[in-house]
């Protein structure tokens, strides 16, 4: 049986907690933005099924019962997170999500409750229905390979865009929290239950990584950004070569007239309704101009129409 010590009971119980609200922020963040661009639907599927191995492991090798629903929260959870993937970036219907939703919960419950009720009846286990050390392996292993699948496959994101998108870093931060306690939890016991170790301190890593390199894309790139446009600013702002006469600099109503040009083309742009060639035309040729004569950019646009 799980050891009752009060460390290793707060630890088990707080990865619990933690797994059972991680997506929470990113299935709110989903909802809230209507687009889950950079959140791959591959990525919820395999914690999904990572979950099944998870949930027989943890329940056959007796662990805290924390850990034991942690599992199914983990399912659950990712399964919504997938539906909002098909949902938003796949065009599927609220209702064929929920369809899927249910059939694909249901499917995974019952392999698992077929499992472990197998092996506790089963004449092949013990009295107290422990399963063959080989067999916790095989679940130990494919839960581990499933759940750093999952976190792999936003590393390919990463490399392919050169930034963390689409991820919500309350869910990445629950996610590790809950790693990290549950860790702590498997690792204390004595002797210490290295098959789970193996599972939660992989992925702990993986989460790791993504923070890092959050840090790397996402915060230090944008601070650097703004030196970058001053320096820019400073090179066209850098005194002429003796001789070098300035450019001109626009007039006033050359100004209002660009202006109005750039709002006047900006209504075919995809924020706003397209409009015909006439009406745009109409439009640029009520522009100001200065001293009889149209800025260059709407002579332009003038001779396109």
């Known amino acids: 049986m799980f050891p009752d010590t009060p460390f290793i009971q707060t630890m088990a119980v707080a990865g619990a907690v933690f797994w059972s609200v991680q997506l929470l922020p990113q299935i709110w963040l989903n909802y809230r933005r209507h687009h889950t661009t950079g959140l791959h639907q591959g990525m919820m599927l395999l914690w999904a099924l990572a979950g099944l191995p998870l949930g027989i492991y943890n329940i056959l090798s007796h662990q805290h019962v924390a850990l034991q629903v942690q599992a199914q929260i983990l399912t659950g959870l990712s399964l919504t997170t997938w539906s909002q993937v098909m949902h938003y970036s796949h065009g599927w219907s609220a209702k064929r999500c929920i369809w899927a939703l249910g059939a694909l919960g249901s499917l995974f419950g019952a392999c698992e409750a077929a499992v472990v009720v197998g092996f506790k ?19 130990a292993v494919l839960s581990a390979c499933g759940l750093a699948l999952g976190v792999l496959r936003h590393y390919l994101d990463i490399w392919q865009q050169k930034t963390v998108r689409g991820i919500s870093w309350g869910f990445v931060a629950l ?9 702590l939890a498997v690792a204390c016991v004595q002797p210490p239950d290295y098959l789970a170790v193996a599972i939660y301190a992989t992925e702990l890593t993986l989460w790791l990584g993504i923070m890092l390199a959050g840090v790397a894309f996402n915060v230090v790139r944008r601070q650097t950004r703004p030196s970058e446009r001053h320096e820019a600013a400073e090179v066209v702002g850098a005194p002429r070569d003796v001789g070098e006469q300035p450019s001109p600099r626009p007039s006033l109503a050359s100004d209002r007239s660009y202006s109005a040009f750039a709002t006047v083309t900006a209504t ?29 950019p709407v002579e332009i646009a003038l001779q396109s129409l």
């Open 121 to 139: 009846a089963s004449a092949g286990g013990t009295s107290t229905g422990e399963a063959p050390h080989a067999f916790l392996v095989i679940m």
């Open 175 to 183: 996610d590790a929290a809950g790693d990290l306690a549950s860790l």
């Open 268 to 296: 075919s742009s995809a924020h706003h309704p397209p409009v015909s060639n006439k009406t745009l035309l109409q439009r640029l040729r009520r522009l100001p101009s200065t001293g009889g004569e149209r800025s260059e």
